[in-house]
């Protein structure tokens, strides 16, 4: 089983960056994808990006794409997600998962999460 433990939110401006990490701990090199979602204030959670974690190809969702980066380092068992451009609709709960299933759609399925740290963009 994969544990992950999510840290790097924080309150900042727009415009500034900020690094999430998560770090895995357990049987990583079962897990198919590492991911990042969000979830915004009164709103559904959604999918932000994704790793696979033997061959470090990444997938984004359309409104990061150019901002926000993802990226992992196999012998920390870490994820990060670098997020750059910060705009106040960027303010959400970020959570780490892995999805340990090899089908489906990458922004789907995943079945171990963090429990979340939340990044705030003030305007």
């Known amino acids: 089983q994969v544990q992950l433990v999510e840290s790097g939110g924080g309150l900042v401006q727009a415009g500034d960056s900020l690094r999430l990490s998560c770090a895995a701990s357990?049987?990583?090199?079962?897990?198919?994808?590492l991911g990042w979602f969000r979830q915004p204030p009164g709103k559904r959670r959604e999918f932000v990006a994704a790793?696979?974690?033997?061959?470090?190809?990444?997938y984004y969702e359309e409104s990061v794409k150019g901002r926000f980066a993802i990226s992992r380092d196999n012998a920390k068992n870490t994820v990060y997600l670098q997020m750059n451009s910060l705009k106040p609709e960027d303010t959400a709960v970020y959570y780490c998962?892995?999805?340990?299933?090899?089908?489906?759609?990458?922004?789907?399925?995943?079945?171990?999460w963090g429990q979340g740290t939340q990044v705030t963009v003030s305007s």
């Open positions: 998962a892995a999805k340990t299933v090899y089908s489906g759609s990458i922004s789907s399925g995943y079945n171990i």
């Open positions: 357990g049987r990583t090199f079962s897990s198919n994808a």
């Open positions: 790793i696979r974690w033997n061959t470090g190809t990444t």
